[in-house]
């Protein structure tokens, strides 16, 4: 099965999960950018074991500090135009390139599909929003992570008998734990990473305000000082260490960007993971947290809190900024170990349905029925 697949950049989860599907069928991937630069260096090391990859040279677009992955691309029409390709994916629709590429097919009658690991619907009201619902409304297919994901696609032009669901992840199956953490083992790692506390909770990702680590930090300031508080991922700012001062955390720690050996230490070693998003299309962190078996306590902002979380079975969710909640589930989940531990076993089973390998073998089982059903 042939397929061409339109991304904005070769971000190392989605260079990993393209060389799973490049297993499964002859894959041609395009992308728009080499890299963001809002993002670490090392998503610019990206290996195409399995498939074509193509990068396009475009004009480059910053939207703003947070998104900056995108570049107008017209040459994305001349492979298209070859119409050699069984199946076609856009994962980029609302993207100067993606738009073309969709005006493009949909001006040849080109049958594409679109896929999203999510978005939150609007009012559909305004000039973006009347452009938008034309972009998205007249694709074959849709692939969604989750009920909000099939309310997006609805408010925007699809019809339900469309629209699939695919398991979004990050994660090989060999990555996922087969058993929660034994506290032997957190304390050895706890040593090597020189944690110094008995309890950890742990946050990452950039210092954007979308992260909302004010109101983590916030929140855990009233735990008791033995509980170790870290975000891992970037370099404060002058807010975040102004916070710190003036709520007196000395076990409050910043961690900047760190290796993914690393990072797994720091996930073995925590017994809660928290995350205030104010608006994540996904949470892959949420998926990597919950393969690890640590209870997840997220803000109903979170795209996949909201596909992956039942409350009291994988962790909490609470309302977004409601820094008395946060600190109310936390202070309760690190009083009771057992329940936990209970929690860690439910989120690591949870996970084991949710791997690249899931991923890509859910895409080809669907884009191959599709094609059945004549797709091209």
Request: hydrophobic share 40%; with cysteine.
């Amino acid at each position: 099965m042939k397929i061409l697949y339109l991304t904005n950049i070769p971000s190392p989860y989605m260079v990993d999960f393209l060389n799973e599907l490049g297993k499964l069928s002859d894959l041609t991937a395009i992308f728009e950018r080499n890299e963001s630069g809002a993002r670490d260096k090392s998503w610019k090391k990206y290996n195409f074991q399995t498939f074509t990859g193509i990068i396009l040279k475009g004009k480059k677009i910053k939207v703003n500090d947070e998104l900056d992955d995108q570049a107008i691309c017209p040459q994305i029409v001349k492979y298209i135009r070859k119409r050699k390709y069984d199946a076609i994916v856009v994962a980029n629709p609302c993207t100067p390139t993606g738009i073309i590429a969709i005006a493009y097919m949909k001006m040849l009658r080109i049958p594409y599909a679109i896929q999203s690991e999510g978005g939150f619907p609007k009012d559909g009201k305004g000039i973006k929003e009347i452009i938008k619902k034309q972009i998205m409304k007249d694709a074959q297919l849709y692939f969604s992570t989750a009920c909000l994901g099939d309310q997006y696609f609805l408010q925007y032009g699809a019809t339900k008998e469309k629209i699939r669901r695919y398991p979004f992840s990050s994660l090989y199956k060999a990555e996922i734990r087969e058993d929660v953490v034994a506290e032997s083992e957190k304390r050895a790692i706890r040593e090597k990473l020189r944690i110094p506390y008995e309890k950890v909770v742990i946050s990452v990702g950039r210092f954007i305000p979308v992260k909302g680590f004010d109101v983590y930090i916030k929140a855990c300031s009233k735990l008791e000082k033995n509980v170790g508080v870290y975000i891992i991922g970037g370099t404060p700012t002058d807010m975040y260490l102004t916070l710190k001062r003036d709520l007196c955390m000395d076990n409050l720690h910043f961690i900047e960007h760190v290796d993914k050996e690393t990072m797994k230490m720091y996930y073995s070693a925590a017994d809660v993971f928290m995350l205030n998003s104010r608006g994540d299309t996904w949470g892959l962190v949420i998926n990597e947290a919950m393969s690890y078996g640590i209870p997840i306590i997220s803000s109903n902002k979170c795209y996949a809190a909201l596909a992956l979380i039942q409350n009291d079975i994988n962790g909490y969710i609470v309302p977004m900024d409601n820094i008395k909640m946060f600190y109310e589930k936390v202070y309760y989940l690190l009083s009771n170990p057992l329940l936990c531990q209970k929690i860690g076993k439910n989120n690591i089973a949870k996970m084991k349905e949710y791997t690249l390998e899931k991923m890509a073998e859910r895409e080809i089982d669907v884009l191959k029925e599709l094609c059945k059903d004549g797709y091209q």
